[in-house]
Nanobody, 118 residues
Framework: QVQLVESGGGLVQAGGSLRLSCVASGSTFSVYAIGWYRQAPGKQRELVADISASGVTSYADSVKGRFTVSRDNSKNTAYLQMNSLKPDDTAVYYC????????????WGQGTQVTVSS
């Protein structure tokens, strides 16, 4: 089972930027689509962006035009570049490998906290 570790979160003012990283263990990273999720206090975890094994990306409407997902298979790493951050983006961010039906198939990590102040 693929395991992933997120990093790069922090406290930023509204309008600022952060880049999150997701490092995977094992040699099968390149065959998986990777999804970035977030969970705000009192809310369900939601998928905000994903990137297929071939590099095709998709985004939730709430982040479209502000977030960019990418991957570097040579480093077993996926990234989430977040620009024009808003207080509503405050959440714990997670990444996971996605199965054929788009469902998360890896182990959930600790996530990385992103806090956007107004």
């Amino acid at each position: 089972q693929v395991q992933l570790v997120e990093s790069g979160g922090g406290l930023v003012q509204a309008g600022g930027s952060l880049r999150l990283s997701c490092v995977a263990s094992g040699s099968t990273f390149s065959v998986y689509a990777i999804g970035w999720y977030r969970q705000a206090p009192g809310k369900q975890r939601e998928l905000v962006a994903d990137i297929s094994a071939s590099g095709v990306t998709s985004y939730a409407d709430s982040v479209k035009g502000r977030f960019t997902v990418s991957r570097d298979n040579s480093k077993n790493t996926a990234y989430l570049q977040m620009n024009s951050l808003k207080p509503d983006d405050t959440a714990v961010y997670y990444c996971n490998a996605l199965g054929g039906l788009g469902q998360p198939v890896g182990s959930w990590g600790q996530g990385t906290q992103v806090t956007v102040s107004s």
